[in-house]
């Protein structure tokens, strides 16, 4: 059996497998042990060829050497992948690798951050929407009244983050909502929200994104009065003409009436007539309200009135005689 043993200092088998030639000279520190033969050289080749083809694995310990200081965890790598993998770990970088090799690893960004550039984010996106709409913008966008913005479609045990800053800064979120005070805290106009989402191992989505115009700022109240107080005095209140004007009002807002306290209903126009309160007798109480497309109602202004509808009964008349009390008679 043929067997060698190179020191520390020998060279190493190059990378495709082949040795180089041993020295065989004195000086070169190399022991050659022989079983057999007799020692003249002519059993060299038929030992050569009994000897075994060096294995991948074999020499592992000693391109773990020629490593050096990548580590253990790129020698593992390439301990893995076989000889093909070989030329990746012991490439010097990008411009020293070999045709075929496989490149360093790259130390990605930020998953939310990797999405915003063309990234494939691993986790699902979450859904976002608004608690209420209360008409569209002229600009095509949602228009509401309350900024409070719900999250759907998020991971069990998960966590989540918004930004309403195009992302300078996240916000972890809570629930499953954006309270709308957030969004007012910035004032009225328009708004944009991202959110992105991490699940239990650490997976991160893409980045949801909803945009809304926000406005909290309510009308200006309208003015409602009586078109004539048909009491003895023109500002009692007192009246049997139930006919109502309303004045002040903005064109771009829509008007809302409650009678007595009740539920306010749409009504259109200016004009209030007498028939809406035919029903009615006695105190009456009328309240009116601007609404604009937001959803923001004004100030409610009222109006009270005592309508009475009912004519009073005709005096009754005779002579008075002796028998009546305090009578005085002509003489």
């Not at 989540?160 to 800053?165: A, E, I, L, P, R």
């Not at 009456?284 to 309508?307: F, H, K, W, Y």
């Amino acid at each position: 059996m043929f067997r060698t043993r190179l020191p520390m200092t020998g060279l190493a088998p190059l990378a495709d497998g082949s040795d180089d030639r041993l020295d065989d000279s004195p000086d070169s520190g190399a022991d050659h042990r022989f079983d057999g033969g007799s020692g003249d050289g002519s059993g060299d080749a038929d030992r050569a060829a009994e000897a075994p083809a060096p294995d991948d694995d074999d020499r592992t310990p000693l391109m773990a050497l020629m490593l050096g200081g990548l580590g253990a965890g790129a020698m593992a790598a390439g301990h893995a992948g076989g000889a093909a993998a070989m030329p990746a770990l012991i490439a010097g970088g990008p411009g020293d690798a070999k045709p075929g090799a496989l490149p360093l690893p790259v130390v990605p960004a930020r998953p939310h951050e990797a999405a915003m550039e063309g990234g494939t984010p691993s986790t699902a996106t979450a859904v976002l929407g608004l608690q209420r709409i209360a008409a569209t913008a002229p600009d095509g966008r949602p228009l509401t009244n309350d900024g409070t913005v719900l999250v759907s479609g998020l991971e069990p045990n998960g966590r989540w983050w918004y930004s309403f800053d195009d992302g300078a800064t996240w916000t972890q979120g809570e629930a499953a909502s954006i309270p709308g005070r957030i969004a007012a805290a910035t004032g009225d106009g328009p708004k944009q929200v991202r959110v992105y989402q991490s699940d239990a191992a650490g997976h991160e989505s893409g980045q949801a994104e909803l945009a809304f115009v926000l406005d909290t700022t309510p009308p200006a109240w309208p003015r409602i009065s009586l078109v004539s107080d048909t009491g003895l005095s023109a500002t009692d209140g007192i009246t049997s003409d139930a006919r109502m004007r309303i004045d002040q009002r903005d064109p771009t807002t829509t008007l809302e009436l409650s009678i007595n306290g009740g539920p306010f209903f749409p009504w259109t126009g200016d004009d209030v007539p007498a028939s809406l309160f035919d029903q009615l007798q006695g105190p009456v109480t009328v309240a009116v309200v601007q609404v604009d497309a937001a959803g923001n109602q004004s100030i409610p202004t009222t109006v009270r009135m005592e309508l009475d509808r009912d004519w009073p009964q005709p005096p009754h008349l005779e002579l008075a005689t002796a028998a009546m009390p305090n009578a005085v008679l002509a003489a």
